[in-house]
């Protein structure tokens, strides 16, 4: 399943450190077993069930996301180091696991994608957040899952967690995503 996963998301691979790289895969893997999908699946599940006339899958929308957040990074690096610091790692390991609960909020019922049951009452920031926790997933990186979507808006969010959180906005809203 590992080589898969690196197939599908192949940004995996920018990732510097060895044991975060592995738990990043790790994470999808138990989310992909939990939530009981099949690698076919992957590639159909849409990435959002807010915008029904929408094809783009939540594989293309985690790798888009992940590379808008680490040009926006590197550019912000450029202009503001070192009054700043970003870590490159957080940004790349938050971006391909931002969206990872949508395995379980998720499910595929009669070829048709719909809210899980347990997705009617933990929204994939949670599920995301709790499923990286079990793996070991250092706690910045679960922070930028758990603040990424608008319940993040209620607490502070590092740096990493603001490029993360706007990424997917700007990658959700130019598709007609309302805020
Ligand atoms: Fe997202």
Known sequence: MKDEILKLLPEIKK?????LKEKVILTWEEGIKLGGWKLDDLERIPFTL???????N?????RAVTSTALKIAEELIE????QIKIDLDVILAGGILHDVGKLLEYKKEKGKFIKSERGKY??????????????GIPAEVIHTIAAHSKEGDYGKRTIEGI????SDFINFEILGGKT
């Not at 490029?163 to 706007?166: A, M, P, V």
Request: proline letters at 8%.
């Open 15 to 19: 990732i510097k450190d060895k044991d």
């Open 58 to 62: 939540l594989i293309h929308h985690t």
């Open 122 to 135: 933990l929204r994939h920031p949670f599920s995301g957040a709790n499923l990286a926790y079990t793996i």
């Open 50 to 56: 807010l915008l029904p006339d929408n094809r783009i």
């Open 79 to 82: 202009f503001y180091s070192p």
């Open 163 to 166: 490029i993360i959180n706007h």
